[in-house]
């Protein structure tokens, strides 16, 4: 090896036990969840990971292979919308926590918000048209629209 290069596989750091198991008990981690999409051009929803939903990146539908790119004002919604909701709920969680609530009732507090949220994120992909060129249904499919 020349006396003037570097090993960087020496430095490289491995995630130790505590830090995979700290997030993947972590259930309100919006890193993990899953965003609903409805395709512009079939109409049939798909999920998105929210940790790349971002103005600009291209997802594809994988029921058409449509195009799906989000605008600013989509991803200014969604991101608001996944921070107000995260923001509540560690709060509601800390309250929880501080009364001396039981892991029960954290788990039952965490899945009602949760339910809720995920109805509320598919209203919002019912409401939000991303960027791109519509596709004009052809044949049969486009005498009934």
């Given at each position: 090896?020349?006396?003037?290069?570097?090993?960087?596989?020496?430095?490289?750091?491995?995630?130790?036990?505590?830090?995979?198991?700290?997030?993947?008990?972590?259930?309100?981690?919006?890193?993990?969840?899953?965003?609903?999409?409805?395709?512009?051009?079939?109409?049939?929803?798909?999920?998105?990971?929210?940790?790349?939903?971002?103005a600009g990146v291209v997802f594809h539908?994988?029921?058409?292979?449509?195009?799906?790119?989000?605008?600013?004002?989509?991803?200014?919604?969604?991101?608001?919308?996944?921070?107000?909701?995260?923001?509540?709920?560690?709060?509601?969680?800390?309250?929880?926590?501080?009364?001396?609530?039981?892991?029960?009732?954290?788990?039952?507090?965490?899945?009602?918000?949760?339910?809720?949220?995920?109805?509320?994120?598919?209203?919002?992909?019912?409401?939000?048209?991303?960027?791109?060129?519509?596709?004009?249904?052809?044949?049969?499919a486009a005498m009934f629209t």
């Open positions: 090896m020349p006396a003037n290069s570097v090993d960087y596989t020496a430095t490289a750091t491995t995630p130790g036990p505590a830090e995979d198991t700290t997030r993947q008990s972590d259930p309100v981690d919006p890193l993990e969840w899953e965003l609903p999409a409805i395709c512009k051009d079939c109409e049939k929803p798909f999920k998105v990971p929210y940790r790349h939903f971002q539908c994988p029921n058409c292979r449509g195009s799906y790119v989000p605008t600013l004002p989509m991803y200014q919604r969604v991101h608001d919308k996944f921070e107000t909701f995260f923001a509540r709920l560690r709060q509601r969680q800390e309250d929880l926590l501080q009364q001396g609530a039981d892991e029960a009732a954290l788990r039952a507090l965490i899945d009602r918000e949760r339910a809720d949220f995920e109805q509320s994120l598919e209203q919002l992909a019912r409401e939000l048209r991303p960027a791109g060129k519509m596709v004009r249904r052809k044949g049969w």
